[in-house]
């Protein structure tokens, strides 16, 4: 199985900063690497599918990045209903595999 | 709109079986794949598996056989999974997630979850 690895766990940000998240997979798998967001007692949302393609209606300070085996989400001026978990997927072989997360707090 | 609407909470306990329903609306359920998703309190989420809405042929991650049934109800545009021989380690919420299936797969409508806590 492809293991993802994010970082960092947490991070601590204020209200207009820009915020990277960092995403590795154990091997290639290409642009294959989707981004989702999660906020407590919520379902996750798609942010980001094949690196760097915005979802519809994902406000455009998301943006992703990234090929191969190293991949970066950037969310540009910090809004007070970003702060929540981020979740990177790959979608390049079954089993479809998560990174274990980035708590975004302030 | 297009939309995934799952059953309620379930208490069970251990060694009962427990099944978790998942309506779609909106859109042909048959032209997307339907995944499940499952996560353990405070912990992050694990892909359980999908299944082919067109033919209904599932596919299982490791760590979900036999156990573990993913089915369908074309006719009202229903996804189910049932979870037979329930243990402890089963508590989670668990979720049904539509795959685009555009370009590359990504789960691009969730429903709401279903938790299931198992006691003894």
């Known amino acids: 199985d492809i293991q993802m690895t994010q970082s960092p766990s947490s991070l601590s940000a204020s209200v207009g900063d820009t915020v990277t998240i960092t995403c590795r997979a154990s091997?290639?798998?290409?642009?294959?690497l989707n981004w989702y967001q999660q906020k407590p007692g919520k379902a996750p949302k798609l942010l980001i599918y094949?690196?760097?393609s915005l979802q519809s209606e994902v406000p455009s300070r998301f943006s992703g990045s990234g090929s191969g085996t190293d991949f970066t989400l950037t969310i540009s001026s910090l809004q007070p209903e970003d702060f929540a978990t981020y979740y990177c997927?790959?979608?390049?072989?079954?089993?479809?595999?998560f990174g274990q997360g980035t708590k975004v707090e302030i | 709109q297009v939309q995934l609407v799952q059953s309620g909470s379930e208490l069970k306990k251990s060694g009962a079986s427990v099944r978790v329903s998942c309506k779609s609306s909106?859109?042909?359920?048959?032209?997307?794949?339907m995944n499940w998703v499952r996560q353990a309190p405070g912990q992050g989420l694990e892909w359980m598996g999908w299944?082919?809405?067109?033919?209904?042929?599932?596919t299982y991650a490791q760590g979900f056989t036999g156990r573990f049934v993913f089915s369908l109800d074309t006719s009202v545009s229903m996804a189910y999974l049932q979870i037979s021989s329930l243990k402890a380690e089963d508590t989670a919420v668990y979720y049904c997630?539509?795959?685009?299936?555009?370009?590359?797969?990504?789960?691009?409508?969730w429903g709401q979850g279903t938790t299931v806590t198992v006691s003894s």
């Open positions: 997630a539509r795959d685009q299936n555009v370009e590359a797969s990504a789960m691009d409508v």
């Open positions: 909106g859109y042909t359920f048959s032209d997307y794949p």
């Open positions: 299944i082919n809405t067109n033919t209904g042929t599932p």
């Open positions: 091997q290639s798998i290409r642009r294959y």
């Open positions: 094949v690196a760097s």
């Open positions: 997927q790959q979608s390049y072989n079954t089993p479809w595999t």
